[in-house]
């Protein structure tokens, strides 16, 4: 993975999803959210 203005990026850490969701307000529907099953793209197998 390239990350890019790496600059910008003082400390990586993995903390728990609490830790996660007070660290990071911004995102409005929280963190939970990205981790939520979706139903992703539907395939239908031709036979």
């Not at 969701?21 to 911004?26: A, D, F, S």
């Amino acid at each position: 993975m390239v990350i890019s203005k790496d600059e910008n990026i003082i400390d990586v850490q993995w903390v728990d999803i609490e830790t996660a969701e007070q660290r990071m307000p911004y995102h409005p529907n929280g963190i939970r959210a990205f981790l939520r099953p979706t139903s992703g793209a539907q395939y239908t197998i031709q036979q």
